[in-house]
């Protein structure tokens, strides 16, 4: 066996092993269900008929972003972009499940409640799922990320969710949900040092993408600190949502990166 077909076995050797880690760990885990307190969002004025006016509207950064990014992918700049059409597979489920998230995440702050929760959260899973494949293919392999990989990971997302569901009378279980976010998070920075021949994906662009993910993460357990900071003109969970579509417009300009490098 060729030397460099054993490190790159080795080294996703590596990446299966934390998952690994990861599953037993939550598995090992209470059930984490949805604290009866995640609800009591601190926004919750109504404007032009519409509860929760804030946290319903700032979703709508998700929509825009997401059409962006099919429009990018699918027109004509995907066949400068990409070297085989097929390679666009995992943006485009990436970027549609974006777009899910504006209807997803509206009704649920529309009447927040842990129904509606699962319909936010499933978009949110899909998309983690689409971006992380979309790294696996670009720095492992396309035909063994786009056509293997991202359907397990899809089909993991998905489980996850489902696993939730059923034990939404208990309040819900967020283990696997929670897994689906740490993993992408703690791994991608490894992918990129582990193999750093790239065609589509950036380093640069993947730490500001994880960055404005942990300022989202850390203005969303602020909510009610930082609408008390800033004299209750907007919450931390309002900004959660536009923060969090800055690592939307992210994936774009590194798309879009890649144009101006092959030109």
Not at 118 to 143: C, K, V, Y
Not at 197 to 209: A, D, Q
Request: proline fraction near 5%.
């Amino acid at each position: 066996m060729p030397m460099k077909s054993l490190l790159n076995k080795k080294k996703i050797g590596i990446l299966v092993g934390i998952l690994i880690v990861l599953i037993v760990g939550a598995l090992l885990l209470a059930p984490l269900p949805v604290d009866p307190n995640y609800h009591n969002f601190a926004a919750r004025r109504s404007i032009w008929g519409i509860p929760n006016f804030s946290d319903v509207a700032s979703n709508l950064p998700f929509g825009i972003f997401g059409l962006m990014g099919l429009w990018l992918v699918l027109g004509s700049s995907g066949r400068t972009i990409f070297k085989a059409r097929y390679h666009a597979v995992p943006y485009v489920i990436f970027f549609g499940a974006v777009c899910a998230i504006t209807i997803g995440s509206s009704h649920y702050h529309w009447a927040p409640a842990n129904g509606p929760l699962f319909w936010d959260r499933l978009p949110i899973a899909i998309a983690f799922m689409g971006l992380f494949a979309a790294f696996l293919a670009d720095r492992i392999g396309q035909r063994v990320g786009i056509f293997f990989l991202m359907p397990l990971l899809i089909l993991f997302a998905s489980g996850s969710m489902l696993w939730d569901l059923g034990h939404i009378r208990q309040g819900g279980d967020l283990r696997f949900y929670a897994l689906v976010q740490i993993y992408p998070i703690i791994t991608l920075p490894l992918l990129c040092w582990l193999f750093p021949k790239s065609h589509y994906t950036t380093t640069k662009h993947m730490l500001l993408m994880v960055g404005w993910y942990v300022l989202a993460k850390i203005l969303e357990v602020l909510d009610w600190s930082t609408y008390d900071f800033l004299g209750g003109v907007v919450s931390g969970h309002t900004l959660k949502h536009l923060v969090a579509s800055m690592s939307v417009f992210t994936v774009i300009l590194m798309l879009k990166s890649r144009i101006e490098r092959r030109n």
